[in-house]
């Protein structure tokens, strides 16, 4: 099977592909997935070889669209200003019915020529950046090297998405279905997957996006199939309070806290598939000589399996149970007993979107193509929210590994080099598109 794919890919690099492949499809064409014929077909193609070429011939634009986006700044549900410029750049990528949601995703849909008859894929990327306002996002150029705060995480995907419409009008490329393009909002932390969750819960879209990709990723060769589950917590516990001296036997609530974090350290959990609890902030009291009358934490659960994330949770509120418990029965609560507030801050669904699904076999065939074999990895992206809803999602790369890095920081860079960077044009466009063309 390997020498096969070996000799259609460099088939297709060379100048005799054409005759090559159409002399003899039979003996290229690779035993596996049925879909393989459909990838070699695809990238094989005049208008496909076209697009590529387009993106080439565009990748001075690609760039400096990049370098505007980046330079608008998007911080959690700040996207405005930089998805209205997006919006406008939709537009004019030629794309129709061009608009804004409610949550602030914009949108626009590529015509496919079956009419709706094939189901409707969406491709997105994130608008959103981890970075508050006020960080300098300003792009610095060394070399081939773009650094800025996320100019990769997602800034890259966004271009992409614009160049990839753009090729495919200037190389009239056709898909069998409708593809809806977006760039949504909340994919980081505190947004939650807010804007793809308004997508598939609320908004006009829901229930006709029927395959889902998000381009979000620095690695081509890995394909993000399972969505990581998160909950996350902010437990606040409440008690009279008091001076440190005279009110001395009172119970508190650090006291509690403090017992519920040191249970939650004790817990052993699975480590494959993986699951994961933390501690990540801390705060309370009012000075060192008062007892709290209030102490919080912020607790984030992870778990790959959808009933090992529930398993957590519940042994979770468990342990905030039993310490407020301990500390009513422990010390005095003459003045007042402990309480704790346990209130969600964050949730996104786990699940998985299997390797033999028909989606994702096709994706692994038209890696096959280019002599790739994907990496299923668990990640916590957009997909995971169609995923949960069971409907076939994954995420893939902006470009191939080593090419961006440093995503969450402020020396985050990207490689603009050209030759790969039309490499992983091609790579990114052929999973997208034979994916457009699966009935
Ligand atoms: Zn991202």
Known sequence: MASHRRLIHSAIFS????????????????????????????????????AVAAFDRDFDRFVAELIKLTEIPAPPFGEGPRALAYMGMLQEAGLENVEMDAEGNVLGLWRGKTGGAVPL???????????????????????????????????????????????????????AGDILFIGNVGEEGPGDLRGVRYLFTKG???????????VDGSNLDLVT???????????TFRGPGGHSWSAFGNVSPAFAMGEAIARLGQLSVPKKPKVSYNVGLVSG?????????????????????????????????TIVGEAVKLENATRSTENGKITAEI???????????????????????????????????????????????GIPAFAIARNS?????????????VDIEKTQAVKDFELAAALILSVAELP
């Not at 590994?401 to 860079?413: I, M, P, T, V």
């Open 15 to 50: 100048l005799g592909w054409f005759a090559l492949i159409a002399n003899a499809p039979a003996q290229t064409a690779p035993p596996g997935p049925a879909s393989n014929a459909l990838a070699t077909r695809l990238v094989a193609d005049p208008r496909f070889r076209g």
């Open 121 to 175: 894929l969406a491709v997105a990327a994130h608008l959103d950046t981890v970075f508050p306002e006020g960080t300098d996002v300003t792009v610095k150029r060394r070399g081939t090297r773009l650094i800025a705060p996320g100019i990769g995480d997602d800034t890259r995907g966004l271009a992409f998405l614009l160049a990839l419409i753009r090729a495919m009008r200037s190389a009239k490329v056709e898909t």
């Open 204 to 214: 006009p879209w829901k229930d006709k996006i029927k395959r889902f990709i998000s």
């Open 225 to 235: 199939n399972s969505g990581l589950g998160s909950l996350r917590y902010k437990v």
């Open 285 to 317: 009291g009012t000075s060192v000589n008062s007892i709290p009358f209030e102490t919080a934490m912020e607790i984030d659960l992870r778990a790959v399996d959808p009933a090992a994330l529930k398993a957590i949770d519940v042994k979770f509120k």
């Open 343 to 389: 209130k969600l801050i964050g949730e996104r669904p786990s699940g998985t979107t299997a390797p033999d699904s028909p989606v994702l076999r096709q994706i692994a065939a038209t890696m096959g193509v280019f002599d790739k074999v994907p990496v299923w990895e668990t990640k916590s992206t957009d997909a995971n929210i169609p995923i949960s809803l």
């Open 401 to 413: 590994a080593n090419k961006g890095d440093r995503s969450h920081s402020l020396d985050e860079w």
